[in-house]
């Protein structure tokens, strides 16, 4: 039971640099999402896929870019990395929307520092 | 907007007794979701616990309850019996109606478990 697997778990990226976190459940869910932990802070969203073919803007999206690439798969691009962007960030799934009260499930998350 | 307060930034207790986690949120909807969310160090996140608001009755899981009381908008949740496999961050989470049914975080609750 995969659940939902994240790559990488760490990165280092330089200020400018660009990177894809990848995220892929084997769930059959329908709706996925990319959130951001930082210290002191809950979670935020940055963008989430309802379902395959949409997706939208969460609470934090400035600086980043998703793709739903299939069911299985949601990316999430750094085109130019910022410090600010430094975090752990997390991608999720679920079977349905959320709007339902619907149980997430979570990869393990990526680690990434920009210098 | 929506906000999940978790006052607590860090608590303790001895191993085999009760604590009691708090968490309050401010909103004007009747109809909406509460969570707890527990992160341990391995970081994946996994669902606790979940209170539909329209139950009167308050969320069991095994030795996890809520204490869920609408008017005061306050969502506790009480570990019984504590285990060391308890330590962990835990997290509350609202649905939210305004931000499209996305989840507002609290900031969270680190449990240490002393043996």
């Known amino acids: 039971n995969a659940g939902v697997t994240q790559t990488p778990k760490f990165q280092v990226l330089k200020t400018g640099q660009s990177m894809t976190l990848q995220c892929a459940q084997d769930m059959n869910h329908n709706s996925m999402y990319w959130y951001r932990q930082d210290p002191g802070m809950g979670l935020r969203l940055i963008y989430y896929?309802?379902?395959?073919?949409?997706?939208d803007k969460g609470e934090v999206p400035n600086g980043y870019n998703v793709s739903r690439l299939n069911k299985r798969e949601f990316s999430l691009r750094l085109e130019s990395a910022a410090p600010s962007q430094t975090s752990v960030y997390f991608c999720a799934s679920s079977e349905l929307p959320t709007a339902r009260g619907e149980k997430l499930f979570f990869g393990s998350g990526t680690q990434l520092s920009v210098l | 907007a929506q906000t999940v307060t978790q006052s607590q930034p860090e608590m303790s207790v001895q191993e085999a007794e009760t604590v009691t986690l708090s968490c309050t949120y401010d909103?004007?909807?009747?109809?909406?979701?509460l969570f707890w969310y527990k992160q341990p160090p391995s970081r994946q996140m996994i669902l606790v616990i979940r209170q539909e608001a329209y139950k009167q009755q308050n969320a069991t899981e095994n030795r996890f309850s809520v204490n869920f009381q609408k008017a005061a908008k306050s969502f506790s949740l009480k570990i019984s019996d504590s285990q060391l496999g308890d330590a962990a961050m835990y997290f509350c989470?609202?649905?939210?109606?305004?931000?499209?049914?996305?989840?507002?975080w609290g900031a969270g609750t680190k449990l240490i478990i002393k043996p």
């Open positions: 909103t004007s909807e009747s109809d909406y979701y």
């Open positions: 896929s309802a379902s395959e073919g949409t997706t």
């Open positions: 989470a609202y649905r939210s109606e305004d931000s499209n049914y996305q989840l507002i």
